[in-house]
């Protein structure tokens, strides 16, 4: 069973604060999605990475894929109240997705 | 282009009755996948289907059922619920299913079990 774990599970921060969540597993994954999912909502996909040790921007959102493809970080700078929601990675492979249990981040004004 | 939809957004059953959920993919999307998602257990996959076919299915007991249709529409079923299968239910359609897997998600069906 692949497991993915993600932390910290609950964020609490201030606008203009940065930030950082971690998706670890001991599984290797070919490619791993993050998604932010807000109440009463799907999950939005944000971005995949695919090749050990790349890293994608998304205005203020930094990701990075482990070297070794088994864990991944999720950076956000100078965080807004807009930035608040339910932050899921998903580990991949042959086309079966395992998701972590998330991180609720709370920005407040 | 329209994203996924999911009907009913809410549905309340009792126990023992059995729902059916559907889920339309974004058009051009052949693979569906079905997941529960509730407060303790997070995101469980529950389903894919591809070409009217299921490919790969979760740890979930044969009351969760589900069917791909040749527009790539999909429905599932869930047959005498307990209390426990209240959760939303979410769908999620990807081109293919495979290599990076990118799946839309819909905005899911709330299902109180009562």
């Known amino acids: 069973t692949q497991l993915l774990e993600q932390s910290p599970q609950f964020l609490s921060i201030q606008e203009g604060e940065n930030l950082t969540v971690y998706c670890n597993s001991s599984?290797?994954?070919?490619?791993l999605q993050w998604y932010r999912q807000e109440p009463g909502e799907g999950p939005v996909l944000l971005v995949t990475v695919v090749t050990g040790g790349e890293v994608k921007k998304l205005k203020r959102l930094t990701f990075q894929f482990g070297d070794a493809r088994k864990d991944s970080s999720l950076h956000i700078t100078a965080a807004q109240p807009g930035d608040t929601g339910l932050y899921l990675c998903?580990?991949?492979?042959?086309?079966?997705?395992?998701f972590g249990d998330g991180t609720t981040l709370t920005v407040k004004p | 282009k329209a994203g996924v939809t999911q009907t009913p957004r809410y549905l309340i059953k009792t126990r023992g009755q059995q729902v059916t959920l559907s889920c339309s993919p974004i058009?051009?999307?052949?693979?569906v996948s079905w997941y529960q998602q509730t407060p303790g257990q997070g995101l469980q996959f529950l389903f894919e289907y591809f070409s009217e076919t299921q490919r790969n299915k979760g740890n979930f007991p044969g009351r969760f059922s589900g069917r791909q249709f040749s527009n790539s529409r999909s429905e599932m079923n869930v047959s005498t619920l307990e209390l426990g299968d209240s959760a939303l239910y979410l769908c999620?359609?990807?081109?293919?299913?495979?290599?990076?897997?990118?799946?839309?998600f819909g905005p899911g069906t709330r299902l109180t079990v009562l």
């Open positions: 999620a359609s990807s081109v293919s299913g495979t290599g990076l897997a990118e799946q839309f």
């Open positions: 998903a580990g991949t492979n042959a086309g079966k997705s395992t």
């Open positions: 599984s290797v994954f070919s490619s």
């Open positions: 058009s051009g999307h052949r693979s």
